[in-house]
């Protein structure tokens, strides 16, 4: 009878997977307040913006900023969003933007 009660020890699957979450819920990186200056330069630089047009753009994603460049595939004004490479941005998520 001794033996049966093995079966029901702790069981993690996922080895090494509660501390990756431990760890990353640590690295949560505030949305940063941009200055009058900052947000005069994104405007005029939003107005230069052109479907197909290669950029560098950084912006606050899933609670840190992140980086990447490709071709504005798709591009709205008006609603203020744009997409990299199929990659939905807000404006208000912008950080910078680099016009290559």
Do not use: C
């Amino acid at each position: 009878m001794v033996n049966r009660a093995v079966q029901f020890a702790p069981f993690a699957s996922l080895r090494g997977y509660y501390d990756m979450v431990k760890a990353r819920e640590s690295l949560i990186e505030p949305k940063k307040e941009l200055t009058d200056e900052q947000i005069a330069q994104l405007n005029m630089n939003f107005s230069e913006l052109r479907k197909h047009q290669s950029i560098t753009i950084t912006w606050y994603r899933d609670f840190e900023y992140t980086t990447q460049t490709g071709k504005i595939t798709y591009l709205n004004h008006e609603n203020r969003i744009l997409k990299l490479d199929d990659i939905s941005i807000k404006y208000d998520d912008i950080y910078k933007v680099v016009i290559n």
